[in-house]
């Protein structure tokens, strides 16, 4: 075999290998550079631009150390639509007159609409004409604004040492929650911001809701299971001493649930006080709630047509998500109103805070993945199923609430109409439980049919109790808006 001789190569070759190899190296080297590079924007999650402490609200100081985050913060202003829902400030009670009737005796029979983004949280609230119209406490700040610097501020005046910061919140807290809304709303500049849920030193999420965390300890003293909340059975296995506190028990994945819980529940004002309070002694579902009320004889309002003493629900998803598949899988509320997306070499959350539907790429098919269609097509049937069962149990409440106000007018005693105005609280709070929720029965399906289905069968008792008790035939003339049999 002839061997090579490497004297008979050209010069000229040995140039062109020795410049390929120098450019692969050099590429090589670019490479790695670029993917350093990426790596370390990864990594640098802010840029420290501007001071944040405690006292900085204004989201935009807190955009300059996180622009990713605060551009979609801003988005939060959008007024895109899905089928049940949406940003547009739609006047529920012209569109459904109904309503009227339901809560007569209320001041949401005057102004009930439609929920917008974060960004109008604040100044829907000093618009709407419950607040113009009817005397409100200081309390509804607690869900409404970036309230953390006026508790703060209030309890130092109050005479606790600035020093104690969770105390001077807390007695703030209590001491802003009876003032009179317009009083209190001067105290208060922003929606809900950054620092409601960051730690401005750290990012960590947190809790800052003293109603929250009252509440959250209640639940966790229940004894009800909360599968679902894994650091909350732990700390029950561990002997439930003192306090479930959420900022040093929970996991990251239950906090991006929590933060959201802070605000997206049922709760009500206590006493003269005005103490907000997530009624969870007994439990999360709506049957426990109830129980709760009960047991306190609480009301929210007297109906002006039945003289029932009826309950107001809010705004429960939270409670609701916790009886659904998602809750049971580990889901958090975050995982798909503020999926993660990749801006660059970045990996950050989405803080726009919208319906999956609206963004089903990233916070449907990162789990389901079978398309996009498919994933709407099944929402839609879920959707479309409670609100035809709650425009039915809408019709049967009506009913009742008819026939107990002809039963009144013809003078009926209070103990004729005791049974069916009881009929009546009960059908009306599974009804309000559900429409007063912000998901059209996707957190939980079967949970929202199985309310709704008790909401038309205590209606309907109610009338057979009236009848029974004044000789009132059930069933008046179908009102408007009636689902046809």
Known sequence: MKKLNLRSIPTGAYLVIFAVLALLTVGMLLLLQNINTHQAEARQTSFRV????EDVVDPAVWGQNFPIQYDSYKRT??????????????QKVADDTNLKIIFNGNPFAVDYREERGHAYMLIDQRETERVKQFKQPGACL????????AYYAKGVEAGVPAADRVAAIQKGFEVINPMPYADATKLVEHPITCNDCHDPATMQLRITRPGFLAGIDA??????????????????AAGAKGTYNPNTEASRQEMRSFVCAQCHVEYYFKGDAKLVVFPWQNGLKMDQIEAYYDTIAFKDFVHKDTGANILKAQHPEFETWSQGVHAQSGVACADCHMPYQRVGASKVSDHQVRSPML???NACDTCHNVGEQAIKDRVQVIQDRTSTLMKRAETALVALIQDIGKAKAAGATDAQLAKAQDMHRKAQWRFDFVAAENSMGFHAPGETN?????????????QIELQKAVGVKAGVEAPPNAVKP
């Open 50 to 53: 501007a001071n944040l402490t």
């Open 359 to 361: 963004n089903i790429n």
């Open 219 to 236: 639940l966790a003293k229940s004894k009800d299971p909360v599968p679902h909340l894994p650091s909350v059975e732990r700390w029950r």
């Open 77 to 90: 202003v959008d007024i895109a639509r899905t089928r049940f829902g949406g940003s547009e400030a739609i």
């Open 142 to 149: 607690h869900c409404h604004a970036s309230a953390l610097p």
């Open 450 to 462: 199985r309310i709704l289905a008790e909401a038309i069968d205590y209606a309907r008792q109610g």
